[in-house]
């Protein structure tokens, strides 16, 4: 793995964060009337262009932590500090958590319970505040060779740091192993790695206990656009981030098509844009969004010490 599928798989979710920022609750009939074309600013949150949300901030706190290997404690305490000190934040202000994370975070800062103790596990606690920040674990997963039981394994376990019920880890699973495949078979067709990447992963949850999966084993890619949820459901988010790539044939539609289903626009756009930019590649990113982006430079210098750490 070279650095710039580092900066691929980090900067192409970041981008794609910053892109739907602007628009998150809005309808999915609002962003048919109006659709995003463009990297804007404002909307929602009423951040400048290149404003990232909270959903970059932990994945970039996620990465800082895995740079000197797997530590769990050291990990949250990381997440702990962007939603209790602003740190890992584009403009040194939190402006979006989810209730589910900041639950587990509160219960390490000010509950003391240990790293592996403070998610929530209660079936409403299924929200995507976990797969929108498991990347960079899926690239340090490939690059240490770890077998699939291992990744499965640290994949649970980070996940499980704020969402640790079961839909939410196996969520995280399924889309490592797409992740996965690209990075294994980087010169085959985007749509036949997903659909093997599907394959292999079904073997763990296409069963009845996981049946909040059907769709993505059987007919997600069938669908039509309206068909399509893009709330803040982590399964909801898998299904948009995999048809959204599944349906177009570049990194710039593929986020745009994540976005335009409104609803969750930020984090459905960074889970979508992170695997699209795997595939497609760094090059693959409009100059003109990435120079938009707030403190470039500064997660350009993490990933750089990141895919370091790697070798």
């Known amino acids: 793995m070279n650095r710039k599928t580092v900066y691929a798989g ?13 628009y998150e609750f809005n309808s999915y009939e609002q962003m048919q009337e109006n659709p995003a074309t463009e990297m804007t600013g404002y909307g929602t949150y009423h951040q400048p262009p290149g404003s990232w949300s909270d959903d970059s901030s932990m994945t970039i706190a996620t990465m800082d932590s895995l740079i000197n290997g797997v530590d769990y404690e050291d990990m949250i305490g990381k997440f702990c500090e962007w939603l209790f000190d602003a740190k890992y934040t ?9 209730k589910t994370t900041y639950c587990a975070l509160y219960n390490y800062r000010h509950n003391h319970l240990d790293s592996l103790e403070c998610g929530q596990d209660g079936v409403r606690d ?26 499965m394994g640290l994949i649970d376990n980070v996940s499980s740091l704020t ?14 192993f797409v992740v996965q495949e690209v990075l294994n078979n980087p010169d085959e067709d985007f749509k036949a790695l997903i659909e093997n990447a599907l394959d292999k992963s079904g073997k763990y949850y296409d069963n009845d206990e996981y049946d909040c999966f059907n ?52 984090t459905n756009a960074i889970i979508a844009g992170g695997l699209a930019a795997v595939y497609y590649g760094f090059d693959g990113i409009p100059d003109e969004w ?3 982006l707030i403190r470039l430079d500064y997660i350009k210098g993490l990933c750089d010490e990141f895919y370091k750490s790697l070798k």
């Open 126 to 151: 299924n929200g995507n505040g976990s797969l929108m920040r498991i990347m960079p674990v899926s690239l340090y997963a490939y690059a240490k060779g770890l077998q699939v039981e291992e990744q």
């Open 290 to 292: 990435l120079d938009t």
């Open 163 to 176: 969402h640790a019920h079961s839909i939410s880890k196996a969520s995280c699973n399924i889309f490592n």
């Open 215 to 266: 769709r993505i084993y059987d007919s997600l890619f069938l669908l039509n656009d309206d068909e399509i949820g893009s709330g803040g459901y982590v399964v909801a988010s898998l299904e948009v981030a995999l048809y959204s790539c599944y349906h177009t044939d570049n990194y710039e539609e593929a986020v745009l098509r994540a976005v335009n289903y409104g609803g969750d626009t930020d």
């Open 90 to 98: 584009p403009r040194d202000v939190v402006f979006d958590h989810g």
């Open 10 to 22: 980090i900067l192409g979710g970041v981008v794609a964060d910053a892109l739907g920022v602007p």
